[in-house]
């Protein structure tokens, strides 16, 4: 019940600027942390709750592993 991330930030998570950011080879550290801020809420500047709605259905072990994953791409 997730939609892709590659539908939205490309399939090598290179992004569409300005609206898509790229999450290729992003920190995992980085990419962790906005995904739990936009899980509770404390970050909100996504349009039409793309990322909060999201974020909400990842668990922990989801987000470490996609962090990692989008770290690695190139
Ligand atoms: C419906 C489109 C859409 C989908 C699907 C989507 N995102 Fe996003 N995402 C966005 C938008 C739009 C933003 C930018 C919000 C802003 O800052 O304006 C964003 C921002 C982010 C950010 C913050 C990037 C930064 O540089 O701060 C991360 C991390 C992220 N998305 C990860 C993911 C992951 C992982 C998935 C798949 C589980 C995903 N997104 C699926 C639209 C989407």
Redesign the pocket.
């Given at each position: 019940g997730?939609?892709?991330?590659a539908?939205?930030?490309g399939p090598a998570g290179a992004g569409l600027p300005a609206?898509?950011?790229r999450?290729a080879g992003?920190y995992a550290e980085y990419?962790a942390t906005?995904?739990k801020t936009f899980r509770t809420h404390e970050r909100a500047?996504?349009?039409e709750k793309?990322?909060r709605v999201?974020a909400g259905k990842?668990s922990d072990a989801q987000i470490s592993a996609?962090a990692e994953y989008?770290a690695g791409l190139r």
């Open positions: 997730i939609p892709a991330c539908g939205c930030h609206q898509y950011p999450l992003q990419t906005q995904l500047n996504d349009p793309m990322m999201i990842l996609v989008a």
